[in-house]
């Protein structure tokens, strides 16, 4: 299960939401980080990936299942909406530390390719809270 359930829905809920294309083999599970790539949206998997993130799936498409109308809704990730994301490693984290993507929807802190900022931390945590950098689709 992705991160979507830890999620603040209070951000969300508040984004802009859009319905976007996704590809036929993709699975996307809601809370999916996601980027797009030629028209087409897909999960975000590694670092490398920060500067095509869009946003959140709003909801899930099983791998090789066509949706009715070959879209998901996405909530583009606005620069404001704040976010409970899992860490790759429990760590001390602080606010105004910048995380960067490990794997799909794993984070640690890092300013190389950094995707959010941590508005809320802690000492030894595994998740934090993050505002994202505001979507190119905005």
Known sequence: MSNYASLYLAGLREAVNVSLPVATATAVEVGDLLKLVSGLVLPVTAAGDDATVIGFAVEAKAANVATTTGKITVALVDGISRMKVNLAVAATVAVGDQLEIVSR??????????????????????????????????
């Open 105 to 138: 929807n794993t984070f640690v802190v890092g300013a190389t390719d950094p995707v959010a900022t941590v508005v809320e931390g802690g000492t030894t945590v595994s998740s934090v809270t993050a505002i994202f950098k505001r979507s190119p689709l905005i």
